[in-house]
T-cell receptor
Framework: SAVISQKPSRDICQRGTSLTIQCQVD?????MFWYRQQPGQSLTLIAT?????????ESGFVIDKFPISRPNLTFSTLTVSNMSPEDSSIYLC?????????????FGPGTRLTVL | KQEVTQIPAALSVPEGENLVLNCSFT??????LQWFRQDPGKGLTSLLL?????REQTSGRLNASLDKSSGRSTLYIAASQPGDSATYLC??????????FGKGTRLSVIA
């Protein structure tokens, strides 16, 4: 399996501020994803983080609100900009390891964000 | 568009029981299906991946079956333990599209 770490593990932020979440993988991977899990809900894909090019966003998510960087094959960041209480969620980084077992996906431990 | 339904939404059982969690999906053109476990406020742990060509996959007390043509998968947990208490999520993978998740089954195993 892949070892994925995320920083911070949790944070409490004020409305209107921004938070950058880091995701580090223990080996090079092609596919990295960012998900959001709102309270009591399942996971929703925000975007696919592409190395060397702009991220691919899902419907309902825009780059101005959730800018993503992917400087290399082991690291990515997600920024939650101009936060409001509705952004309170768990944010999860995920990678796909094609060599592991038929494109199995692995998830990081998540970042629990509370916006006041 | 793939839609995933998990039944039951919540389940509470006494320790030692065998139980079955159900997952159904609308698009049967899948590459594989993963079952995950999520503890409260935490990330997801991959439990089992079952390929589209397989009928079932086993890991310890867990057994996942797949009926691709009918769009169903089940996760069987044998001899449940309090440590099995968590939310269980299934996610079919269509290959070139992201995983789509159900809302999960919240399991509570009572000692």
């Amino acid at each position: 399996s892949a070892v994925i770490s995320q920083k911070p593990s949790r944070d409490i932020c004020q409305r209107g501020t921004s938070l950058t979440i880091q995701c580090q993988v223990d080996s090079q991977v092609t596919m990295m994803f960012w998900y959001r899990q709102q309270p009591g809900q399942s996971l929703t894909l925000i975007a696919t983080a592409n190395q060397g090019s702009e991220a691919t966003y899902e419907s309902g998510f825009v780059i101005d609100k959730f800018p993503i960087s992917r400087p290399n094959l082991t690291f990515s960041t997600l920024t939650v900009s101009n936060m409001s209480p509705e952004d309170s969620s768990i944010y999860l980084c995920s990678v796909e390891r094609p060599e592991s077992s038929y494109n199995e996906q692995f998830f990081g431990p998540g970042t629990r964000l509370t916006v006041l | 568009k793939q839609e995933v339904t998990q039944i039951p939404a919540a389940l509470s059982v006494p320790e030692g029981e065998n139980l079955v969690l159900n997952c159904s999906f609308t698009d049967s053109a899948i590459y594989n299906l993963q079952w995950f476990r999520q503890d409260p406020g935490k990330g997801l742990t991959s439990l089992l991946l079952i390929q589209s060509s397989q009928r079932e996959q086993t890991s310890g007390r867990l057994n996942a079956s797949l009926d691709k043509s009918s769009g169903r998968s089940t996760l069987y947990i044998a001899a449940s333990q309090p440590g099995d208490s968590a939310t269980y999520l299934c996610a079919p993978n269509s290959g070139n599209t992201p995983l789509v998740f159900g809302k999960g089954t919240r399991l509570s195993v009572i000692a």
